[in-house]
């Protein structure tokens, strides 16, 4: 593969701006075409930044058939699934925004398609690339708490709630579980080292959403804006996982691993109503044990840095097509907090407790 980069992007609203800008600083990569479903609106996005000779498309099957290398998919959650497996199937390597598709059968389906052939997937996740993200996961995963038996994760905003897309069923599959809930699934699942869920037990609402005193579009609010689950997975391990767009309160807590040997308690970066989610940086991270028969609280000193986390992601993605590396986030191991966020919503509508269901590929 050559190593100067020939990237397409496909849906042309603010989070391909972003994209846009992440990979001009990239001297090896080339923006060489941009497709949007709505006419017109590429070629306005192209002439808007400047993408010399950057093609066109309303549509991004036309995109797929021009020499690319790998593609950026920036659309609605509805259209995750089609262009993913369409720039799969066309031989290009994917980006793809999160949350990873609206239905878990549209996420078992872009898995397979990037196992048969051999393209990559890799899901938007920049929290991960905070260096504090990996020493949480190396603290956990070093056994110092010892065995972990419980964890929580989740957030909230005081008032936090999107329009449009994001709040059809249709289009988008979900609320504020899927939307900014995948934060922090994959913040903590990753800690963890995603093990399989075996059950989930959930609840979810929308008292804000469809309020007309809450929210402009409340008449045609169809997803919820809270919710709580308590999932079970293998070897004696739970999360409560509980996320809100808008709520009567200021936090939903901190995130906590609690094990046999010590806790760890990590809250998040950032402060104002948009804050309190795991769509930035960590905070601080302290760490819970007995040190001399004492109870001990010990702050865990973090990694400064000065890094750009979304630059951080469209780079690793870039280098790893370059490189032929694999994925950096394969869209198999976010198929996991697919299915728990399937979960959770055939558990609420249903009131009760349901299974998870995932292929093995050992």
Same mark, same amino acid.
């Given at each position: 593969?050559?190593?100067?980069?020939?990237?397409?992007?496909?849906?042309?609203?603010?989070?391909?701006?972003?994209?846009?800008?992440?990979?001009?600083?990239?001297?090896?990569?080339?923006?060489?075409?941009?497709?949007?479903?709505?006419?017109?609106?590429?070629?306005?996005?192209?002439?808007?930044?400047?993408?010399?000779?950057?093609?066109?498309?309303?549509?991004?099957?036309?995109?797929?058939?021009?020499?690319?290398?790998?593609?950026?998919?920036?659309? +609605? @959650?509805?259209?995750?699934?089609?262009?993913? %497996?369409? /720039?799969?199937?066309? #031989? =290009?390597?994917?980006?793809? &925004?999160?949350?990873?598709?609206?239905?878990?059968?549209?996420?078992?389906?872009?898995?397979?398609?990037?196992?048969?052939?051999?393209?990559?997937?890799?899901?938007?996740?920049?929290?991960?690339?905070? +260096? @504090?993200?990996?020493?949480?996961?190396?603290? %956990?995963? /070093?056994?110092?708490? #010892? =065995?972990?038996?419980?964890? &929580?994760?989740?957030?909230?905003?005081?008032?936090?709630?999107?329009?449009?897309?994001?709040?059809?069923?249709?289009?988008?599959?979900?609320?504020?579980?899927?939307?900014?809930?995948?934060?922090?699934?994959?913040?903590?699942?990753?800690?963890?080292?995603?093990?399989?869920?075996?059950?989930?037990?959930?609840?979810?609402?929308?008292?804000?959403?469809?309020?007309p005193l809450y929210h402009p579009e409340a008449s045609r609010f169809e997803v919820e804006d809270f919710g709580v689950a308590m999932v079970r997975f293998e070897n004696d391990l739970v999360l409560q996982f509980k996320i809100s767009w808008a709520m009567h309160m200021d936090t939903l807590g901190a995130t906590m691993f609690l094990g046999t040997d010590a806790g760890l308690k990590i809250t998040p970066a950032g402060s104002g109503p948009w804050s309190g989610v795991w769509d930035g940086s960590i905070g601080s991270i302290t760490l819970y044990h007995d040190e001399y028969g004492r109870n001990t609280?010990?702050?865990?000193?973090?990694?400064?840095?000065?890094?750009?986390?979304?630059?951080?992601?469209?780079?690793?993605?870039?280098?790893?097509?370059?490189?032929?590396?694999?994925?950096?986030?394969?869209?198999?191991?976010?198929?996991?907090?697919?299915?728990?966020?399937?979960?959770?919503?055939?558990?609420?509508?249903?009131?009760?407790?349901?299974?998870?269901?995932?292929?093995?590929?050992?």
């Amino acid at each position: 593969m050559s190593k100067h980069l020939r990237i397409g992007i496909i849906g042309s609203g603010g989070i391909a701006k972003a994209h846009v800008s992440a990979y001009r600083k990239l001297p090896f990569v080339e923006i060489v075409a941009v497709a949007d479903v709505i006419p017109g609106k590429a070629a306005d996005f192209v002439e808007a930044l400047q993408l010399d000779g950057a093609a066109a498309y309303d549509g991004h099957r036309k995109l797929l058939e021009q020499e690319l290398d790998a593609v950026s998919i920036c659309t +609605p @959650n509805v259209s995750h699934h089609e262009t993913t %497996v369409d /720039s799969l199937k066309a #031989g =290009k390597q994917v980006l793809l &925004e999160k949350p990873m598709s609206v239905t878990l059968a549209e996420a078992l389906e872009m898995t397979q398609v990037a196992r048969d052939t051999g393209n990559m997937l890799t899901i938007g996740f920049q929290p991960r690339y905070d +260096p @504090n993200m990996k020493l949480l996961q190396e603290i %956990v995963q /070093s056994e110092r708490l #010892g =065995k972990v038996y419980y964890a &929580e994760t989740g957030g909230g905003r005081r008032r936090g709630m999107p329009g449009g897309t994001f709040i059809s069923k249709k289009l988008a599959g979900a609320g504020a579980m899927a939307d900014i809930g995948c934060y922090s699934l994959d913040m903590a699942l990753n800690t963890l080292g995603y093990p399989r869920p075996l059950t989930v037990s959930a609840f979810t609402s929308n008292h804000f959403g469809r309020n007309p005193l809450y929210h402009p579009e409340a008449s045609r609010f169809e997803v919820e804006d809270f919710g709580v689950a308590m999932v079970r997975f293998e070897n004696d391990l739970v999360l409560q996982f509980k996320i809100s767009w808008a709520m009567h309160m200021d936090t939903l807590g901190a995130t906590m691993f609690l094990g046999t040997d010590a806790g760890l308690k990590i809250t998040p970066a950032g402060s104002g109503p948009w804050s309190g989610v795991w769509d930035g940086s960590i905070g601080s991270i302290t760490l819970y044990h007995d040190e001399y028969g004492r109870n001990t609280q010990t702050p865990i000193p973090l990694i400064e840095h000065k890094l750009n986390l979304f630059d951080e992601k469209v780079r690793d993605f870039a280098e790893a097509v370059r490189d032929g590396r694999p994925a950096p986030i394969p869209g198999e191991q976010i198929l996991i907090q697919q299915a728990i966020i399937d979960g959770v919503l055939r558990s609420a509508e249903s009131g009760r407790e349901v299974s998870v269901e995932l292929p093995r590929h050992d």
